[in-house]
């Protein structure tokens, strides 16, 4: 917030200045825009800063992730705590990850309007509250209560990050910033287990919370001095601002302040008619669909994987601490996917090179080569984990299929997300909301607290079997867009058809 306010002051301090520039140059003076190569501008800001931006950002999503697993691993003490059923007590996760869902719709439209930077901070502060109460809930009725609301207000990262990166990248950029967000962003979802599972075991489950507390609040600290604002339009809104008051001219308007003006509607009617916007996108854009299940199963395989482990590694007498630890290995496989990043690069480099020979853009559909390979890694960890968990086999051949699923599961994100981004560019904010929407109420509501009951009756080695057959079943996803991706989009009135 400190640091966006320095923005704002810098740019208003050259308002008189920009009239004299418009002027020469004979564009609209009364509406706000960059000067070709101004530093101010997020898409001219030098590398450093762009990381620096990215890796804040993903520090929040980071956190976030980490408090929708973080319980899972110690759901037994939870459970004889308040004296419930581990299907009761799974309600903690499952409603935290609806929480995320239903609030995805809206974090993206007060982005749009208010910056991005609002929508991280305070909902970051308020999320770090509800966890904090969490953690002192006297019944799980309380407690449950209170994480929905800490998904709700957790949702933010998740839904804006597409935009905080487009805000300062094109599309050579993103191919390894967005990669470094989702990477450290991710790495939350393992280790979420791990410190559960010791925290468990060696303190009172109480202090999942408390440690989820902490940690956000430390990363509201840091981007309250140190994160700037990233969206243009909300920068220049300082310096329409500070031109109406020097000139007493009301005409001076950034394009989004034109656009509300001209809509005539309140603040709460546009972001009425932005969420029913993302409903839409979800409903007649086949890609968005497509796109939105594919990672909703996903997430339905992922968060069912993170509460089976529990009940599977039970064959082996581990206790919670041990079990936990198993998570390191789908750490390992994200972080191996983030250091593929230059090779994908080095593609879409040539690609990019190609395309300005022709004159024309680079096609998205190059965005799912890294999902063409992952989506596979995911049911082959699966199969490979439900028939070697035997007591007479080694638990490591588990642990290395927990490694493959990480690969599996960052490549298919990364390339998911890029690729509606590219497709959908400036009216990407609406679909990318759209995914986090679907995914997050389907994996909370189903798999979380539905992994129990299909372990319990279908046994280990079947349940694990029908989680790898959903990621058979949608492991042609990334290659059936691949190659009839261009003629979806031309078809669609919002993407780009070239």
């Known amino acids: 917030m400190i640091q966006a306010w320095r ?19 004979g564009e609209d003076p009364y509406l706000m825009s960059w000067a070709p190569g101004d530093l101010r501008n997020p898409h001219n800001w030098p590398l450093y800063r762009k990381w620096l931006v990215t890796i804040q950002v993903a520090l929040i999503a980071f956190i976030v992730s980490m408090a929708g ?3 899972s691993a110690a759901d037994v003490y939870a459970a004889e705590k308040f004296g419930v059923s581990l299907e009761v007590i799974s309600l903690q996760t499952g409603l935290f990850l609806v929480g995320f869902g239903l609030s995805s719709p809206i974090m993206g439209p007060l982005s749009e309007l208010s910056g991005r930077l609002p929508t991280y901070e305070f909902p970051l502060l308020i999320f770090s509250a509800f966890c904090l109460g969490s953690g002192f809930a006297p019944n799980i009725q309380t407690r449950v209560i209170l994480r929905f609301f800490a998904g709700i207000f957790g949702a933010a990262p998740l839904s804006n990050a597409g935009g905080s990166v487009a805000d300062m990248c094109g599309p050579l950029e993103r191919t390894y910033l967005f990669p470094l967000f989702s990477c450290i962003g991710f790495l939350g979802v393992p ?10 075991e060696k303190s009172n489950q109480e202090w999942c919370d408390f440690v989820t507390a902490i940690v956000g609040l430390a990363i509201a600290v840091g981007c309250f001095f140190f994160m700037p604002e990233t969206q243009s339009a909300e920068l220049l809104k300082g310096r329409s601002r500070a031109l109406r008051k020097h000139t007493g001219d009301n005409r001076y308007r950034t394009a989004m302040e034109v656009m509300l003006e001209e809509r005539n509607e309140s603040f709460f009617m546009v972001i009425c008619k932005s969420m029913a916007q993302c409903v839409m996108f979800l409903f007649t854009e086949p890609i968005t669909l497509c796109f939105a299940l594919y990672l909703t199963i996903v997430y339905i395989v992922m968060f069912g994987d993170l509460e089976s482990y529990p009940i599977i590694f039970a064959i082996y007498d581990w206790d919670s601490g041990k079990t936990g630890s198993v998570f390191a290995a789908m750490f390992v496989g994200m972080v191996f996917t983030g250091c593929l990043t230059p090779i994908v690069y080095k593609f879409y480099l040539r690609a990019q090179k190609k395309a300005d020979i022709t004159g024309e853009p680079v096609h998205p559909e190059h965005r799912l080569l890294l999902a063409m390979f992952g989506t596979w890694c995911m049911p082959v960890s699966l199969f490979w984990g439900a028939w070697t968990a035997y007591k ?8 290395v299929g927990q490694f493959v699923f990480g690969i599996g599961a960052l490549c298919c994100f990364n390339s998911s997300y890029m690729y509606v981004i590219d497709v959908y560019t400036v009216n990407a904010a609406s679909p990318l909301a759209a995914l986090v929407f679907l995914r997050y109420i389907v994996a909370g509501a189903g798999s979380v607290m539905f992994t129990r009951p299909m372990f319990d009756g279908m046994g280990i080695h079947w349940a694990m079997s029908f989680l790898g057959f959903i990621a058979i079943a ?17 078809r669609s009135k919002y993407a780009m058809s070239q």
């Open 7 to 25: 923005q704002r002051k810098e740019i208003e301090s050259d308002a008189l200045d920009y009239i004299a520039e418009k002027s020469e140059s």
């Open 69 to 71: 697993s973080i319980n």
């Open 191 to 200: 280790l979420g287990p791990i410190l559960g599972g010791w925290i468990g």
């Open 392 to 399: 007479s086999v080694s638990p490591w051949s588990l642990i």
């Open 474 to 490: 949608v492991s042609l996803v990334p290659i059936v867009f691949y190659i009839f991706g261009p003629q979806l989009r031309a």
